[in-house]
C-alpha cells in the first residue's frame, strides 16, 4: 500500500534562517500516477527531505522534446508545482546526455563511433550522441534554452544539474574507446594546432613525419603498439573535450539564468575495476572549473562491497579537485543494486553509516539515488529487477527511507553547522597525476596505479589523518606550501618543472615519499635519466643501480634508524618491482636481500626525502602487510604532520574498521565515529583541536558526553555498536 506519513511534529522548516543544506532524493516521477507524486512528495517533506534531482534522464529530452517542434512540459510542470505545495526544491537536470530518438532519424552520423570503427548503438545507456556533432550541438543548445527559460523563475527551482555523468559511452562486458567518429577526428586536429601552433613540434615531440594536420588520426594504446607521445595528447584532448562541453553548456545556462547554481556530477575515479576514467574521459579538475558544485555519484555497494577507505578516498579525491566549490553526495546509494546474482539489499545500518560517511567529508548537498523503485527496475541497464529505491517496491516507507529522515532531521537542524564546516587543514597530500593515468591506462598498469594510491589511501585512513589530493600543475603553482608530507604513490611521470617544485618543498622544510621508477618519465612520454628523473636523483640522495620485475618481494628495516620508531626491525613488502638503489650520502632504511639498498631517506636542506625501491602502497591493497601502515606512521613523524584525531579501541584490533573524522567551524567541531566491523567498539577518542571546547553532545540523543577538556585537546568515550555511527558535538 502508498503509505502516506503522518504530520509530525519536530518537522524542520525550510523558511527559518537556518543556511540551507540540500537534503533529498532522485525522483522519476513518470512511471507513477499524479496521486502517487502528491503523496511521494508529501511524504519526502514530511520526513525532512527538502529537495529533489528530477529530469537528468527520465523526463529529460527525450521526454520534453517528442518531436522537433515540439516541447512537452506537462507531466514535469505538475509535479514541480506539488514541489512548491509542500515546499520542496528542486534541482532540474538538463538531460542532455539522453537526445530524443529523432536526432538519431535527422542526423545519422551522430553516434558515437569505438576504436574499432563500430558504432555505438543504445536506445537507454546514455551517452547516446556525440557533441562534436554540429546539428547535436544546435538542437542541445535549441533544447537547453527552452528548459531554462521554461523553469529559471519558478520558485521550487533551487539549482541546475548539467546533464548527467557527461563522460563517453562504456558498456559492461567491452573495453572500447570513444570516439574516433569524423567530427572528433576534426576537432582533436583542431586542438592539436591551438596547443602546439606548429606541425614540426608535434613531429619532434611524437618522432613522426606528417606533412599535414589532417594526416593525423587518434592513437591507439601504448600496449597495443600504439605511440606514447600521441596517446597521452589523445587522451587528454579527450578529457578536455568532455569538460569544454560541460563548460559550454554551463556558459550558456548562466547566460540565461545567475540566480541558480550548476552543479554536474561524476563516476568515483577507479572506484570499481571495471570502469576506468580514461574511457570515460571524466578529469574532475577540469570539470569542476565551469560549475559552482561538483557531484560524486557514490555507491558503496555496487557490484562488490568496497573497504569503506575506498569510498573515503573517493569523497577526498573529489572534494580535492573541486578546489573550495561544493562537493556534493549526487547520487548516494538508497536501495539494491543492479546486478542479478550479486543483488545486495542495504539495511538501515547501510544507510546510516554511508550517509555519516558523506557527511564527515565535507559534501554540501546529500541526493540519494533514489525515492522509490521504478516499476520497470533499471531500463538504462535493461535489467528487471527493483533497483536502488529508498523506499519498498509499492512506494511504502521502509525501514532505510525512515532511517535516511531521521539524518535529514539532524541535518536540518545543524544546517548552519553543515553549511558552513570544512575538514581540518590538511598536513599531508597524496600526488594524483593524470598523465600518469593515462599513461598507465595505455600500457595495461591502470589497476597497479590505482592500487597504489589507494593503498596509501588506506595506510593514512586507518591512522584517521586528515588528506588531499594534489596534482602535478597545482603543486608548479605553489600548491605544496601548506602541507608537511607529500606523498607520490607510482608517479611514473613528472615533469622537469615539478620535480623543481618537490625539490623546493622539501628544502623548505618539507618531507616526501616516492617508490619504485619515480620520474621515470616526462609528461610527453620520454624517458628521463637518471632514475628518479626530473632532478629528483639528488633530492632522495640515490638514482637505480638495477631493476626487475616481481609480484611481490620483502624489505627488512633498519633495526638502528631512529627515524622508524613504528616499523624499526620488521619486513615490510612491496609488489611490482625490486628496485635496487645507489644511495649518495642518504641513510638505508631498508634492505632487499643480500643487503641491497630498498628504501633511503636523505636529508635535503631543512626536510626528508625518503624513496622506495618497490611499489609499498600497491602491495599493502593486495597483500595487506600490516607494517606498511607503522611505515606510514613513522612518514608522519619525521615530517611533523599534526595528529589530529587519536583513537584507541577496544578490542583493539578494531582499528582498520573504525572510520574516524571530523568538521570544524571557528567556534565548534563535530567527530564522527563510524564503526564499520561487525563487534560492538569502545572508543576513546583525542582531538586535537587548538580550541578550548567545553562541551560535548551526543548530536543523534541530545544527551551531555562526558568530556575531558586540556589545552587544546578534547578527550572523551564513546561506545557504538556494530555497524552504527556515534555522531559527538564539541562547543565552548
Same mark, same amino acid.
Given at each position: 500500500?502508498?503509505?502516506?506519513?503522518?504530520?509530525?511534529?519536530?518537522?524542520?522548516?525550510?523558511?527559518?534562517?537556518?543556511?540551507?543544506?540540500?537534503?533529498?532524493?532522485?525522483?522519476?516521477?513518470?512511471?507513477?500516477?499524479?496521486?502517487?507524486?502528491?503523496?511521494?512528495?508529501?511524504?519526502?517533506?514530511?520526513?525532512?527531505?527538502?529537495?529533489?534531482?528530477?529530469?537528468?534522464?527520465?523526463?529529460?529530452?527525450?521526454?520534453?522534446?517528442?518531436?522537433?517542434?515540439?516541447?512537452?512540459?506537462?507531466?514535469?510542470?505538475?509535479?514541480?508545482?506539488?514541489?512548491?505545495?509542500?515546499?520542496?526544491?528542486?534541482?532540474?537536470?538538463?538531460?542532455?546526455?539522453?537526445?530524443?530518438?529523432?536526432?538519431?532519424?535527422?542526423?545519422?552520423?551522430?553516434?558515437?563511433?569505438?576504436?574499432?570503427?563500430?558504432?555505438?548503438?543504445?536506445?537507454?545507456?546514455?551517452?547516446?550522441?556525440?557533441?562534436?556533432?554540429?546539428?547535436?550541438?544546435?538542437?542541445?543548445?535549441?533544447?537547453?534554452?527552452?528548459?531554462?527559460?521554461?523553469?529559471?523563475?519558478?520558485?521550487?527551482?533551487?539549482?541546475?544539474?548539467?546533464?548527467?555523468?557527461?563522460?563517453?559511452?562504456?558498456?559492461?562486458?567491452?573495453?572500447?574507446?570513444?570516439?574516433?567518429?569524423?567530427?572528433?577526428?576534426?576537432?582533436?586536429?583542431?586542438?592539436?594546432?591551438?596547443?602546439?601552433?606548429?606541425?614540426?613540434?608535434?613531429?619532434?615531440?611524437?618522432?613522426?613525419?606528417?606533412?599535414?594536420?589532417?594526416?593525423?588520426?587518434?592513437?591507439?594504446?601504448?600496449?597495443?603498439?600504439?605511440?606514447?607521445?600521441?596517446?597521452?595528447?589523445?587522451?587528454?584532448?579527450?578529457?578536455?573535450?568532455?569538460?569544454?562541453?560541460?563548460?559550454?553548456?554551463?556558459?550558456?545556462?548562466?547566460?540565461?539564468?545567475?540566480?541558480?547554481?550548476?552543479?554536474?556530477?561524476?563516476?568515483?575515479?577507479? +572506484?570499481?575495476?571495471? !570502469?576506468?576514467?580514461?574511457? $570515460?574521459?571524466?578529469?574532475?579538475?577540469? #570539470?569542476? &572549473?565551469? *560549475?559552482? /558544485?561538483?557531484?560524486?555519484?557514490?555507491?558503496?555497494?555496487?557490484?562488490?562491497?568496497?573497504?569503506?577507505?575506498?569510498?573515503?578516498?573517493?569523497?577526498?579525491?573529489?572534494?580535492?579537485?573541486?578546489?573550495?566549490?561544493?562537493?556534493?553526495?549526487?547520487?548516494?546509494?538508497?536501495?539494491?543494486?543492479?546486478?542479478?546474482?550479486?543483488?545486495?539489499?542495504?539495511?538501515?545500518?547501510?544507510?546510516?553509516?554511508?550517509?555519516?560517511?558523506?557527511?564527515?567529508?565535507?559534501?554540501?548537498?546529500?541526493?540519494?539515488?533514489?525515492?522509490?523503485?521504478?516499476?520497470?527496475?533499471?531500463?538504462? +541497464?535493461?535489467?528487471? !529487477?527493483?533497483?536502488?529505491? $529508498?523506499?519498498?517496491?509499492?512506494?511504502? #516507507?521502509? &525501514?532505510? *527511507?525512515? /532511517?535516511?529522515?531521521?539524518?535529514?532531521?539532524?541535518?536540518?537542524?545543524?544546517?548552519?553547522?553543515?553549511?558552513?564546516?570544512?575538514?581540518?587543514?590538511?598536513?599531508?597530500?597524496?600526488?594524483?597525476?593524470?598523465?600518469?593515468?593515462?599513461?598507465?591506462?595505455?600500457?595495461?598498469?591502470?589497476?597497479?596505479?590505482?592500487?597504489?594510491?589507494?593503498?596509501?589511501?588506506?595506510?593514512?585512513?586507518?591512522?584517521?589523518?586528515?588528506?588531499?589530493?594534489?596534482?602535478?600543475?597545482?603543486?608548479?603553482?605553489?600548491?605544496?606550501?601548506?602541507?608537511?608530507?607529500?606523498?607520490?604513490?607510482?608517479?611514473?611521470?613528472?615533469?622537469?618543472?615539478?620535480?623543481?617544485?618537490?625539490?623546493?618543498?622539501?628544502?623548505?622544510?618539507?618531507?616526501?615519499?616516492?617508490?619504485?621508477?619515480?620520474?621515470?618519465?616526462?609528461?610527453?612520454?620520454?624517458?628521463?635519466?637518471?632514475?628518479?628523473?626530473?632532478?629528483?636523483?639528488?633530492?632522495?640522495?640515490?638514482?637505480?643501480?638495477?631493476?626487475?620485475?616481481?609480484?611481490?618481494?620483502?624489505?627488512?628495516?633498519?633495526?638502528?634508524?631512529?627515524?622508524?620508531?613504528?616499523?624499526?626491525?620488521?619486513?615490510?613488502?612491496?609488489?611490482?618491482?625490486?628496485?635496487?638503489?645507489?644511495?649518495?650520502?642518504?641513510?638505508?632504511?631498508?634492505?632487499?636481500?643480500?643487503?641491497?639498498?630498498?628504501?633511503?631517506?636523505?636529508?635535503?636542506?631543512?626536510?626528508?626525502?625518503?624513496?622506495?625501491?618497490?611499489?609499498?602502497?600497491?602491495?599493502?591493497?593486495?597483500?595487506?602487510?600490516?607494517?606498511?601502515?607503522?611505515?606510514?606512521?613513522?612518514?608522519?613523524?619525521?615530517?611533523?604532520?599534526?595528529?589530529?584525531?587519536?583513537?584507541?579501541?577496544?578490542?583493539?584490533?578494531?582499528?582498520?574498521?573504525?572510520?574516524?573524522?571530523?568538521?570544524?567551524?571557528?567556534?565548534?567541531?563535530?567527530?564522527?565515529?563510524?564503526?564499520?566491523?561487525?563487534?560492538?567498539?569502545?572508543?576513546?577518542?583525542?582531538?586535537?583541536?587548538?580550541?578550548?571546547?567545553?562541551?560535548?553532545?551526543?548530536?543523534?540523543?541530545?544527551?551531555?558526553?562526558?568530556?575531558?577538556?586540556?589545552?587544546?585537546?578534547?578527550?572523551?568515550?564513546?561506545?557504538?555498536?556494530?555497524?552504527?555511527?556515534?555522531?559527538?558535538?564539541?562547543?565552548?
Amino acid at each position: 500500500m502508498h503509505q502516506k506519513v503522518s504530520a509530525q511534529v519536530g518537522v524542520p522548516d525550510m523558511e527559518s534562517s537556518r543556511s540551507f543544506f540540500p537534503f533529498g532524493a532522485s525522483y522519476y516521477g513518470e512511471a507513477f500516477t499524479k496521486n502517487e507524486w502528491e503523496t511521494d512528495l508529501s511524504n519526502m517533506r514530511e520526513l525532512g527531505f527538502n529537495v529533489f534531482r528530477i529530469a537528468e534522464l527520465y523526463l529529460g529530452w527525450e521526454w520534453l522534446q517528442p518531436k522537433p517542434d515540439l516541447f512537452h512540459f506537462d507531466e514535469l510542470d505538475e509535479i514541480v508545482r506539488i514541489a512548491n505545495r509542500n515546499s520542496l526544491k528542486v534541482i532540474l537536470g538538463i538531460g542532455t546526455c539522453s537526445p530524443p530518438p529523432w536526432i538519431f532519424a535527422k542526423y545519422p552520423d551522430v553516434r558515437y563511433v569505438a576504436d574499432d570503427g563500430t558504432v555505438h548503438r543504445s536506445s537507454g545507456v546514455w551517452p547516446t550522441a556525440c557533441h562534436n556533432h554540429p546539428g547535436f550541438m544546435a538542437e542541445a543548445e535549441r533544447f537547453v534554452k527552452e528548459i531554462v527559460t521554461h523553469y529559471r523563475d519558478d520558485p521550487a527551482l533551487y539549482a541546475w544539474q548539467l546533464d548527467n555523468e557527461r563522460r563517453y559511452p562504456r558498456r559492461t562486458g567491452e573495453e572500447k574507446l570513444y570516439c574516433y567518429c569524423h567530427n572528433t577526428i576534426l576537432a582533436f586536429q583542431d586542438w592539436l594546432k591551438r596547443k602546439y601552433s606548429s606541425l614540426d613540434l608535434v613531429n619532434r615531440l611524437w618522432r613522426t613525419r606528417y606533412s599535414s594536420w589532417d594526416e593525423i588520426e587518434p592513437a591507439v594504446r601504448p600496449i597495443e603498439g600504439g605511440n606514447v607521445p600521441a596517446w597521452i595528447d589523445w587522451r587528454i584532448f579527450s578529457d578536455e573535450n568532455i569538460s569544454d562541453f560541460v563548460r559550454w553548456e554551463a556558459g550558456l545556462v548562466k547566460s540565461l539564468d545567475s540566480k541558480h547554481l550548476l552543479m554536474t556530477n561524476m563516476v568515483p575515479m577507479e +572506484y570499481e575495476p571495471a !570502469i576506468c576514467h580514461v574511457i $570515460l574521459g571524466e578529469d574532475y579538475w577540469k #570539470l569542476g &572549473e565551469s *560549475v559552482d /558544485a561538483l557531484g560524486l555519484d557514490i555507491y558503496p555497494r555496487w557490484k562488490v562491497s568496497f573497504h569503506p577507505s575506498v569510498v573515503s578516498e573517493a569523497f577526498d579525491l573529489a572534494r580535492s579537485s573541486a578546489r573550495g566549490k561544493q562537493l556534493w553526495a549526487a547520487e548516494l546509494q538508497g536501495g539494491p543494486t543492479n546486478a542479478w546474482f550479486n543483488l545486495y539489499t542495504p539495511s538501515a545500518s547501510d544507510v546510516r553509516r554511508w550517509t555519516w560517511s558523506a557527511l564527515a567529508s565535507g559534501i554540501k548537498g546529500a541526493i540519494y539515488y533514489h525515492w522509490r523503485f521504478h516499476p520497470v527496475g533499471a531500463p538504462w +541497464y535493461n535489467m528487471q !529487477i527493483p533497483f536502488q529505491g $529508498l523506499c519498498n517496491p509499492d512506494g511504502s #516507507l521502509s &525501514e532505510r *527511507v525512515l /532511517a535516511a529522515g531521521e539524518i535529514a532531521k539532524v541535518v536540518s537542524e545543524y544546517g548552519d553547522f553543515f553549511s558552513s564546516s570544512s575538514p581540518p587543514t590538511a598536513d599531508v597530500a597524496i600526488l594524483y597525476s593524470r598523465t600518469t593515468h593515462i599513461s598507465a591506462y595505455g600500457e595495461g598498469v591502470v589497476d597497479a596505479y590505482f592500487d597504489s594510491i589507494k593503498g596509501t589511501y588506506r595506510a593514512l585512513w586507518q591512522n584517521h589523518v586528515s588528506v588531499d589530493f594534489l596534482t602535478p600543475k597545482e603543486l608548479v603553482e605553489g600548491g605544496l606550501e601548506k602541507f608537511r608530507l607529500l606523498l607520490m604513490p607510482f608517479s611514473y611521470t613528472l615533469n622537469d618543472m615539478a620535480g623543481v617544485k618537490v625539490g623546493e618543498f622539501v628544502q623548505k622544510g618539507g618531507t616526501v615519499f616516492a617508490d619504485a621508477r619515480c620520474a621515470l618519465t616526462d609528461d610527453h612520454g620520454w624517458l628521463h635519466y637518471p632514475i628518479p628523473g626530473a632532478g629528483l636523483s639528488e633530492v632522495f640522495g640515490a638514482s637505480e643501480r638495477s631493476v626487475a620485475s616481481t609480484p611481490n618481494v620483502e624489505m627488512k628495516m633498519s633495526s638502528a634508524s631512529p627515524h622508524l620508531a613504528q616499523s624499526q626491525g620488521k619486513v615490510m613488502v612491496g609488489a611490482g618491482f625490486k628496485e635496487v638503489l645507489e644511495p649518495q650520502g642518504s641513510e638505508v632504511l631498508g634492505e632487499f636481500d643480500w643487503n641491497e639498498p630498498a628504501i633511503v631517506l636523505n636529508r635535503y636542506g631543512l626536510g626528508h626525502a625518503v624513496l622506495a625501491g618497490s611499489y609499498l602502497g600497491l602491495a599493502y591493497m593486495r597483500y595487506e602487510n600490516p607494517i606498511f601502515r607503522l611505515f606510514v606512521r613513522d612518514l608522519l613523524s619525521i615530517s611533523g604532520a599534526e595528529e589530529r584525531l587519536k583513537v584507541e579501541t577496544v578490542p583493539g584490533d578494531l582499528d582498520d574498521w573504525i572510520e574516524a573524522k571530523a568538521l570544524e567551524t571557528s567556534d565548534s567541531a563535530m567527530i564522527f565515529l563510524i564503526n564499520h566491523s561487525d563487534q560492538l567498539a569502545n572508543i576513546d577518542l583525542t582531538f586535537k583541536s587548538g580550541k578550548s571546547f567545553k562541551k560535548a553532545l551526543n548530536v543523534l540523543n541530545k544527551e551531555e558526553v562526558a568530556l575531558e577538556p586540556d589545552e587544546g585537546f578534547s578527550r572523551f568515550r564513546r561506545k557504538i555498536e556494530a555497524g552504527e555511527c556515534a555522531i559527538t558535538l564539541l562547543r565552548r
